[in-house]
Structures are given as structure tokens and as C-alpha cells.
Nanobody, 125 residues
């Protein structure tokens, strides 16, 4: 059982930066891929980025590839999402998720086993 708690959301202006954090507890994360998803009002969950815990291999959706950076601090059991050059279309609830994946395969669908409660990011124009 993995518990995830996100923080760091807020209201910012277009062009600003935010850093989201996700603290994990309950299990060692060596066999996990950790991801960030987001859901805007009236839309489906959207994959944002993911990272393999042991190797830091990462993957991004195209719309954030040059603006967002995913990372993790294995000693703090914390994953981060540094979001730069934010746009109004980045407005959403951002969720942290964990997927048990011993082979390290990164899924971009929402079939992750564990989810945080979400943190709101609002970008004004």
C-alpha cells in the first residue's frame, strides 16, 4: 500500500513557475513508476509525466516537454514536478500516482494503482 500526498498548487499568472511535490509513504518505491496526471474541468485525466524511481528514466506528454521537469529525491521519498512558463491551458487538478512496475515500463494511461488527493493549479492569462 502506497500513500501519496501532493502539495504546491496555487494560482499564478501565465509565464510563472510552480513546483509540485508528492510525498510517498508505506512501501519502498524501487519497483515503482511514479507519475503526474492532470484533469481539467469537463475533461478526462491526462498524462503529464512519469519517472522510474530507480533509474530516473522519465517520459513527458508533448505539450509540457520543454516546460516541465519531473524529478525525485529518493531519500525524501518525494517526487517533484517543476512547471515553468505556465499557460492558462495548464489549469487543472494535478494528481500524483504510483504504478507497480518491476520492469520499469512507463504507462501513460491512468491505470496506476495508487493516487493522491490532487492539488489545484490555476493559471490566469
Amino acid at each position: 500500500q502506497v500513500e501519496l500526498v501532493e502539495s504546491g498548487g496555487g494560482l499564478v499568472q501565465a509565464g510563472d513557475s510552480l513546483r509540485l511535490s508528492c510525498v510517498a509513504s508505506g512501501e519502498t518505491l524501487d519497483d515503482y513508476v511514479m507519475g503526474w496526471f492532470r484533469q481539467a474541468p469537463g475533461k478526462e485525466h491526462e498524462f503529464v509525466a512519469a519517472i522510474r524511481w530507480t533509474t530516473s528514466t522519465s517520459q513527458y506528454t508533448d505539450s509540457v516537454k520543454d516546460r516541465f521537469a519531473i524529478s525525485r529525491d529518493e531519500h525524501k521519498y518525494t517526487m517533484y514536478l517543476q512547471m515553468n512558463k505556465l499557460k492558462p491551458e495548464d489549469t487543472a487538478v494535478y494528481y500524483c500516482a504510483a504504478d507497480l512496475s518491476p520492469l520499469g515500463f512507463i504507462k501513460t494511461n491512468f491505470h496506476y494503482g495508487y493516487w493522491g488527493q490532487g492539488t489545484q493549479v490555476t493559471v490566469s492569462s
